[in-house]
Every structure is written in structure tokens, then in C-alpha cells.
């Protein structure tokens, strides 16, 4: 009877112990193969710069109809540092039109070590402009802009930060914008009414509200 119970016990220690080290492994594996396994790319569209831009053209009815649109790509890198790069196109009606691109840097203070891609950041951006007057259907003037700055946001998992596709950002800053070059008079005037200027210089600040899918 000792001998059963010695035996028993043995081969219950042993299970015990083999089972363990295996669990561990296995969850030491899935740790290991998890950020490879998570998503590293996000696409996003802006639509602050779509509402704000329209709102305030609705107010002001002089100045047209704009339509503008801002797309982004951003890729992870390593550990909490992304890049990423967006367009620009501010088309319809208004007079002050203009299209452009921008690279900006991530990195991020939270949410890293959740997910890649998730959480509290800081991001330097570089920017160009190119921007237009159109008068009477045509591009009356043209120059073109230079841009940076930076800014602080969260990109928010629409679900548990492992494995949500879909992220919501937001972020708020400022852009320093100078003049590269001389403003260039594309076609004359048909008439002495001159249209508007070619703004674009200075500190301004910068906002971002965009959806994200991420893969």
C-alpha cells in the first residue's frame, strides 16, 4: 500500500513539474512571437481639417466652397518610434487653394508596450505647401511653403490595444511656416482688380481627428 502511494506520488510530482516548465515555454513563445504578430501599419483619413474648414467657409460665403482632404501612413520602426507620412489637398471653390506632403516622427510615451502604435505621443513634423490663388477659374499666383513643428497626441485602440484594427487620433500642436522663394504671378489679370494674397507664413497652430485602420 506504501508503495501505491509513493508511486502515486511520484508520478503526480513529475506531472507537476513537467507541466509547469511547459506552460511557461509556451507563454514565454507566445510573449516572444506577439509583437510580430500584432499590427505595425496604420492608414488614417483626418476629418477635423474637413469640418473646420467647411464650417467656417459656410460662415464666410465669399469664400467659397473648399473640400480639402488629409490622408497619413505611419509604420512602426522600433520599440516606441514610428514614421510616418501624409497629403495634403485643399481643392473646391475658395480662392485659396493648396496641396502638399509631410513626414513626421513618433515617438510614444504610452501605450508601447501594450500594443505598437497605441497610446500618449510627441511627434516632430516637417511639412511643404504648395499654395494657389485662383481667380476667374485659373491660378492667378503661386508659392510655395515650408513647415515645422511638432505635436502632442493619442492614438486611441477602438478595442482591446492587441488586436483592434480600428484607432482613433487626435492631436493638437503648432507649425512655424516661412516662405521658400518668391511668389510667381502664373497668368496676368484680365482686369486692375488683383485677388487675394498668398498667406501661409508664420506660427500657426495644428490640429489632427482622424480614423485609423491599422494592419
Known amino acids: 500500500m506504501k508503495q501505491h502511494y509513493l508511486f502515486f506520488t511520484m ?3 513529475c506531472g507537476l513539474l513537467g507541466f509547469r516548465p511547459a506552460r511557461a515555454q509556451a507563454t514565454t513563445e507566445a510573449a516572444a512571437a506577439g509583437p510580430e504578430q500584432q499590427h505595425r501599419n496604420v492608414v488614417r483619413l483626418d476629418v477635423l481639417s474637413p469640418a473646420v474648414h467647411t464650417l467656417i467657409n459656410s460662415l464666410l460665403e465669399s469664400n467659397g466652397v473648399t473640400i480639402p482632404v488629409l490622408a497619413s501612413y505611419e509604420r512602426h520602426l522600433t520599440g516606441r518610434w514610428s514614421l510616418g507620412a501624409e ?3 485643399r ?3 475658395t480662392p485659396d487653394r493648396g496641396s502638399g506632403a ?4 513618433r515617438y510614444y510615451l504610452t501605450g508601447a508596450e501594450r500594443a505598437p502604435l497605441t497610446g500618449l505621443y510627441v511627434a516632430p513634423v516637417v511639412s511643404y505647401r504648395l499654395r494657389r490663388v485662383v481667380y476667374m ?5 503661386q508659392g510655395h511653403r515650408g ?4 505635436l502632442l497626441g493619442y492614438q486611441l485602440p477602438l478595442g482591446p490595444a492587441a488586436r483592434a484594427r480600428f484607432v482613433l487620433d487626435g492631436a493638437a500642436g503648432a507649425m512655424a511656416w516661412t516662405r521658400l522663394g518668391s511668389d510667381q504671378q502664373v497668368q496676368p489679370l484680365a482686369s486692375p482688380e ?3 494674397p ?3 507664413t508664420g506660427l500657426v497652430p495644428d490640429a489632427r481627428l482622424g480614423l485609423g485602420y491599422r494592419f
Open 194 to 196: 488683383q485677388p487675394l
Open 102 to 105: 509631410a513626414l513626421q516622427a
Open 87 to 89: 497629403g495634403f489637398l
Open 91 to 93: 481643392g473646391g471653390s
Open 137 to 141: 477659374g485659373s491660378t492667378n499666383r
Open 11 to 13: 508520478l503526480l510530482i
Open 198 to 200: 498668398i498667406g501661409g
Open 147 to 150: 513647415g515645422a513643428g511638432f
